[in-house]
């Protein structure tokens, strides 16, 4: 099983960037499709983005021109570079490995996430 430690979150002003990495232990990534998701407080978790295996990139629309999914598999790490930040953002970000735009059925090991804050 692949573990998954997120960091790069913080508290940052709309119109703003972060970039979030997610570095990966246990298993290389560079065989996996994986994604990034967010979860609101009282909301379901959500899709935001996914990089296939070969590059292939799908976004929510909500983030579509905005946000960047890339993957170094030298560096076993997902990253996610979030531009022009809204206060909707708001969210825990989580990566996982993905089918589609959905975490893989067999993925449990969900890691703690990192928090984004965005201020009006």
């Known amino acids: 099983q692949v573990q998954l430690v997120e960091s790069g979150g913080g508290l940052v002003q709309a119109g703003g960037s972060l970039r979030l990495s997610c570095a990966a232990s246990?298993?290389?990534?560079?065989?996996?499709?994986m994604g990034w998701f967010r979860q609101a407080p009282g909301k379901e978790r959500k899709f935001v983005a996914a990089?296939?295996?070969?590059?292939?990139?799908y976004y929510a629309d909500s983030v579509k021109g905005r946000f960047t999914i890339s993957r170094d598999n030298a560096k076993n790490t997902l990253y996610l570079q979030m531009n022009s930040l809204k206060p909707e953002d708001t969210a825990i970000y989580y990566c996982?490995?993905?089918?589609?735009?959905?975490?893989?059925?067999?993925?449990?090991?969900w890691g703690q996430g990192t928090q984004i804050t965005v201020s009006s």
């Open positions: 996982a490995p993905t089918i589609a735009t959905m975490p893989r059925s067999d993925f449990e090991s």
């Open positions: 246990g298993r290389t990534l560079s065989s996996y499709n």
């Open positions: 990089i296939s295996w070969s590059y292939s990139t």
